[in-house]
């Protein structure tokens, strides 16, 4: 049984899933950062700003962006949105992005606490596409060494 053309072969498998785990620790060090250091001092800083600044009756949610550079989490902007959804090439142009809704008054611990919990979600998510990108190359080459 032959791999088809448009299938990654199992080093670009390999591969993706080190991006994979490079995202997941970057994000692991985030909510470290974010759980042992106060909000105002974090890399998170505008999210808060703008998820309890913002005029609740013209915005509803708030979303920073995430690009890994060299391992290392770096929130690139923040937007806010009234309705709807990002575009496409938005959400393709990073790595992760967290979304709380815009709250009047979201205290800084409470602000820890939701945003923790998602960016926590998303590095569930990163491991489980590494795992299953390392299960997926390990088949590949077990069916091309038979």
Known sequence: MGVRDDEPDPEELRERAAEYE???DALTDLVIELRDEPVRESRLEGLF?????????????????IDVEDGEAVVTD????A???WAPEIVEGCD???????????MPDDFKYLVGSKLEDEITEFGEEAAKARQ???ELEESSDS
């Open 49 to 65: 700003d703008e998820a309890t600044t913002s005029n609740p009756q013209i915005w509803n949610t708030v979303t920073a962006f």
């Open 96 to 106: 992760a992005m967290v979304t709380v809704d815009v709250q009047r008054g979201l």
């Open 78 to 81: 923040e937007s806010k949105l």
């Open 83 to 85: 309705e709807g959804k």
């Open 136 to 138: 997926k190359a390990d």
């Open 22 to 24: 490079t995202i997941a």
